[in-house]
T-cell receptor
Framework: KQEVTQIPAALSVPEGENLVLNCSFT??????LQWFRQDPGKGLTSLLLIQSSQREQTSGRLNASLDKSSGRSTLYIAASQPGDSATYLCAVYTGGFKTIFGAGTRLFVKA | GAGVSQSPRYKVAKRGQDVALRCDPISGHVSLFWYQQALGQGPEFLTYFQNEAQLDKSGLPSDRFFAERPEGSVSTLKIQRTQQEDSAVYLC?????????????????FGPGTRLTVL
C-alpha cells in the first residue's frame, strides 16, 4: 500500500531564504508525482508535475526533483517570499485511478 | 477557459439530512475525481470518473455516499443521512488523459472545494 510522508510538517523561515520541502513514498513504482500549494480555505493549485521518466521540473523559483529508487522527491523554493506562505502537498500516482497525497508541509515566510 | 468550479462553497446540514455537492470540470477534461479533505490532512480519494463511467469508487466511505456524472461533464456527489463524521471539505479535480500506454492522467486541476459542516 502506497504511503506518502512529508517532512517537516511545518516550517517557518525568514524572507529571502532558500528552502527544501521533502516528500517520501513507499512504493517506487509510480507513474507521476505532483506538487501543489493550498492557501487557507482554498482548493489546490498545481505547481509542478514530474512524470516517472523525468528527474526534475522547474517553474520560476521552484524546482522539483524525483528519485524513484529512493522513494523521494524534493521541492526547492529559491529566494522565498511572504506570498509563498501556504501548505505544500505532494501527491503520487501509482496506477489504477487513485492519487495518494501526503499530509502537507505548512510554510510560513516571515517578512 | 474557466477553471473547475464547485457549488455550494459552504453547506451546513443537520444530522440525517441529505446533501448534494456539484462540480463543473474544465471543458473537455475526460477525468474527474472527488476527494475528501479533513482538517490538517491531505485530500483522500473518493471516486473517479472517465467521461460518464465511474471506474473507481473504492474510496467512498459508506453506501450513504453516491456520485454520478451522467453526461460526462458536470458531476454530483450526494451524501444521504449525513453524520457528523462527514464534516470535511469535498474537493473536485479534473484532468486530461495521458495517451499512454500505460494508462495515466495528466496534471490535475482542483476546484475551490465545498466545506460541509454537519451539526
Amino acid at each position: 500500500k502506497q504511503e506518502v510522508t512529508q517532512i517537516p510538517a511545518a516550517l517557518s523561515v525568514p524572507e529571502g531564504e532558500n528552502l527544501v520541502l521533502n516528500c517520501s513514498f513507499t512504493d517506487s513504482a509510480i507513474y507521476n508525482l505532483q506538487w501543489f500549494r493550498q492557501d487557507p480555505g482554498k482548493g489546490l493549485t498545481s505547481l509542478l508535475l514530474i512524470q516517472s521518466s523525468q528527474r526534475e521540473q522547474t517553474s520560476g523559483r521552484l524546482n522539483a526533483s524525483l528519485d524513484k529508487s529512493s522513494g523521494r522527491s524534493t521541492l526547492y523554493i529559491a529566494a522565498s517570499q511572504p506570498g509563498d506562505s501556504a501548505t505544500y502537498l505532494c501527491a503520487v500516482y501509482t496506477g489504477g485511478f487513485k492519487t495518494i497525497f501526503g499530509a502537507g508541509t505548512r510554510l510560513f515566510v516571515k517578512a | 477557459g474557466a477553471g473547475v468550479s464547485q457549488s455550494p462553497r459552504y453547506k451546513v446540514a443537520k444530522r440525517g439530512q441529505d446533501v448534494a455537492l456539484r462540480c463543473d470540470p474544465i471543458s473537455g477534461h475526460v477525468s474527474l475525481f472527488w476527494y475528501q479533505q479533513a482538517l490538517g490532512q491531505g485530500p483522500e480519494f473518493l471516486t473517479y470518473f472517465q467521461n460518464e463511467a465511474q471506474l473507481d469508487k473504492s474510496g467512498l466511505p459508506s453506501d450513504r455516499f453516491f456520485a454520478e456524472r451522467p453526461e460526462g461533464s458536470v458531476s454530483t456527489l450526494k451524501i444521504q443521512r449525513t453524520q457528523q463524521e462527514d464534516s470535511a471539505v469535498y474537493l473536485c479535480a479534473s484532468s486530461t488523459l495521458n495517451q499512454g500506454p500505460p494508462f495515466s492522467y495528466n496534471e490535475q486541476f482542483f476546484g475551490p472545494g465545498t466545506r460541509l459542516t454537519v451539526l
